[in-house]
């Protein structure tokens, strides 16, 4: 049974810094393709960034130099370390899954339940 758990989300202020977590369970992530999505409220979901099996990044023009996307095999864990955060990046944020790599599509088959980001 495959669960993604996202942890690091919060409140700050413009300008600030977070590191969001995925924790995963049920399968390697070494061997999966792995993302993070983010959902504002009235909008659709839409990919942030993204880490395949072999490392190989991919990330939004919006997040492009202000997010980094990482992947620690050992802990079977994805992160999302944001900086110079915007109000714009206020959303719901979801960590997902998929054994393709599927990059910043939205038809990944595992998904986390989100943890949410406020800038203000």
């Known amino acids: 049974h495959v669960q993604l758990v996202e942890s690091g989300g919060g409140s700050v202020q413009d300008g600030g810094s977070l590191r969001l977590s995925c924790a995963a369970s049920?399968?390697?992530?070494?061997?999966?393709?792995m993302a993070w999505f983010r959902q504002a409220p009235g909008k659709e979901r839409e990919g942030v960034a993204t880490?395949?099996?072999?490392?190989?990044?991919v990330y939004a023009d919006s997040a492009k130099g202000r997010f980094t996307i990482s992947k620690d095999s050992a802990k079977n864990t994805l992160y999302l370390q944001m900086g110079n955060l915007k109000p714009e990046d206020t959303a719901m944020y979801y960590c997902a899954a998929d054994f393709y790599n599927l990059q910043l599509a939205r038809s990944y088959t595992y998904w986390g339940q989100g943890t949410q980001v406020t800038v203000s």
């Open positions: 880490v395949d099996r072999f490392g190989r990044t």
């Open positions: 049920g399968y390697s992530a070494v061997n999966y393709c």
